[in-house]
C-alpha cells in the first residue's frame, strides 16, 4: 500500500489529521489499532478552546458541534467555601471555549472520514516505523491477521502515550521531560442534570473536585484520589458525599445526585518527548507529550499540533518551500511548553498533595485569592484556559 501522509492512530488528532490532509487534496492513510466501537465510546477531554472550535468549522467537520456542543463564557472557582467566576470574553477581549466531548468530535470526524472513502482501517496495529531517515518511510502494520506495509512520504504518530512512533527518533537524539504526580482523578458520568451551568473547579482541604458536565442531561465530575486507587472501591452515595463536601459553599447552592453509569481513574502526569519529529516521521498529540487534564489541553494541543503540520505541509506543496515544515517541532513545542506550564500551575493550585504542610495550604489560597482580585492574574488564567494562537 501506498499514500503520501501515513497517520498512525484514529483519535482526535490523527482523524483531524486526515480531514484537513483530504479537504487540502492530499493523501493519507489511517491505521487505527481499536475498533470503531471503541474509538467512538472512549471518555476523555470536554472542552473545545476557541482556536479549536474555529478549525473544526474551517474544516467543515463541526455541523453537529454547532447544534449540540454548549458554549462557555467562563469557569468558577471554588475556595474556602467561596465562589468566584472568571468571565472569559471579558477578560480575553472575546474568546470563550465549548463543551463537546472528545467521543463526539472523533464520531463527526470518522463519519466525514468514511464519508468521503478515506482509507480509515480500524484493528489495524503499526508494528514499526522504518526508514525514518529515508525520503520513504514505511510503517509496518498487521490488519486482518495479515502483515502489510505501508510506504509513504510522510509519516505522522497520532498514536498516543503508548503508541509505537516514538521510537523511530532515535535514543541518542530524544530527551524526554517528565513529572508524575501522587494522585489521579477519579471520574463519573451521571444521568442527571449539571448542578451548575458552567465547569467548578474547586479546592478542598479534602483535596480537588471538578464539576463539568456532557450534556444538559448528564454530569461529568472528578474528585481527586491517591494514584493507587481502584475506582471500583467507590460506592455511589460515597462519591456524591465526598463530592458534596468539596464543592460546599455558604450559599443555597445544591448539588444533584443521579445514577453513575460509569467510573475510573486516570493517572496524572506531565511528560513531553522533544524532538517531535525525526527525518520524514513527525509526532503529534499524546504521542509527543501529555498533560494532567487540570487545564483541560490534551485535546486541544493534539489539534495544535496537526494544524501545524498540514498548514507546512501545504506551504512545501504550494510554494516548494519547507521552511515551516522544518520548524515543526520547534512550533509545536512552544505551544506544548505554555500548555505544560498552565496545566502544572492549575494543578498545583488546586490538588493537595500528600504530606502538604499549612505554608503549602496558604499559598494555594494565596494564589486563587489574588486571581479574584487581581485583573492581571484572573487575565492571565482566562487567556491560558482559551487557548493560545494556532501557527
Ligand atoms: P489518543 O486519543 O490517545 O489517540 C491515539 C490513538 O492511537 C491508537 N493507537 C494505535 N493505532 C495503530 N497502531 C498502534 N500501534 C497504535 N497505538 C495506539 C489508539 O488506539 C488511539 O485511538 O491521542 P490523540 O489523538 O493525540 O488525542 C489526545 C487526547 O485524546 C488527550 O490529550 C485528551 O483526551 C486529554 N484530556 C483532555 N484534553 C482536553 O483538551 N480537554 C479536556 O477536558 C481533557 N480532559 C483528558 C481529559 C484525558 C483524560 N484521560 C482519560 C487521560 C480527561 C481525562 C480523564
Ligand atoms: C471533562 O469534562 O472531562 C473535563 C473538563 C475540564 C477539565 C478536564 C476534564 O479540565
Same mark, same amino acid.
Given at each position: ?41 472512549r471518555q476523555r477531554a470536554?472542552? /473545545? ?65 468514511? *464519508? ?45 502515550s ?5 521510537? *523511530? ?12 504526580y501522587?494522585f489521579g482523578w477519579l471520574g463519573i ?15 478542598? &482541604?479534602?483535596?480537588?473536585?471538578l ?9 461529568r465530575?472528578y474528585l481527586q484520589v491517591?494514584a493507587?486507587t481502584?475506582a ?30 460509569a467510573k475510573s481513574v486516570t493517572p496524572m502526569r ?16 499524546d504521542?509527543?507529550?501529555i498533560v494532567p487534564p487540570t487545564?483541560?489541553?490534551g /485535546? ?21 518551500? &519547507? ?21 502544572? *500551575? =492549575?494543578t498545583? =493550585? ?18 486563587? &485569592? ?10 492571565? /488564567? ?10
Open positions: 500500500m501506498r499514500t503520501t501522509v501515513g497517520i498512525i492512530g484514529a483519535g482526535p488528532a490523527g482523524l483531524l489529521l486526515a480531514r484537513l490532509l483530504h479537504n487540502a487534496g492530499i493523501d493519507s492513510v489511517v491505521l487505527e489499532t481499536r475498533d470503531r466501537a471503541y474509538v467512538e465510546q470536554g472542552i /473545545l478552546e476557541q482556536g479549536t472550535v474555529d478549525v473544526l468549522r474551517e474544516a467543515g467537520a463541526a455541523a453537529r458541534m454547532d447544534r449540540e456542543g454548549i458554549p462557555h463564557d467562563g469557569i468558577e472557582l471554588r475556595f474556602d467555601r467561596r465562589r468566584h467566576r472568571v468571565d472569559f470574553p471579558a477578560r480575553t477581549g472575546g474568546r470563550s471555549v465549548m463543551v463537546y466531548a472528545q467521543t463526539e468530535v472523533c464520531k463527526d470526524l470518522i463519519a466525514l472520514q468514511l *464519508a468521503a472513502g478515506g482509507p480509515l482501517l480500524f484493528e489495524a496495529e503499526a508494528l514499526a516505523v522504518e526508514g525514518a531517515g529515508t525520503e520513504q518511510p514505511r510503517v509496518r502494520f498487521r490488519h486482518q491477521g495479515r502483515e502489510d506495509v505501508l510506504e509513504c512520504d510522510y509519516v505522522v504518530g497520532c498514536d498516543g503508548w503508541g509505537v512512533a516514538r521510537k *523511530a527518533v532515535p535514543a541518542d537524539v530524544s530527551r524526554v521531560f517528565e513529572r508524575t501522587p458520568l451521571a444521568d442527571v442534570p449539571p448542578s451548575h451551568d458552567e465547569l467548578v473547579y474547586a479546592r478542598h &482541604d479534602r483535596g480537588f473536585a464539576l463539568s458536565m456532557r450534556s444538559p442531561t448528564v454530569t465530575a491517591p493507587d481502584d471500583a472501591d467507590w460506592g455511589d452515595e460515597e462519591i456524591w458525599d465526598e463530592l458534596d463536601r468539596r464543592l460546599e459553599t455558604d450559599d443555597a447552592w445544591t448539588l444533584k445526585r443521579g445514577p453513575i453509569t506531565s511528560q513531553v518527548h522533544e524532538p517531535m519529529r525525526h527525518g520524514r516521521v513527525f509526532l503529534a498529540g504521542a509527543a507529550h487545564g483541560a489541553k /485535546l486541544n494541543l493534539a489539534v495544535g499540533d496537526v494544524v501545524t503540520f498540514a498548514r507546512a505541509l501545504v506551504e512545501l506543496r504550494d510554494t516548494g518551500s &519547507d521552511a515551516r515544515l522544518e520548524v515543526y517541532s520547534a512550533t509545536c513545542l512552544r505551544r506544548v511548553w505554555q500548555a505544560e506550564r498552565f496545566s502544572y *500551575a =492549575m498545583t =493550585m488546586l490538588h493537595r498533595a500528600p504530606g502538604a504542610t499549612p505554608f503549602d495550604d496558604r499559598i494555594q489560597l494565596a494564589q486563587l &485569592d489574588r486571581i479574584t482580585t487581581a485583573r492581571s492574574a484572573e487575565a492571565d /488564567l482566562a487567556e491560558s484556559y482559551t487557548g493560545f494562537p494556532l501557527d
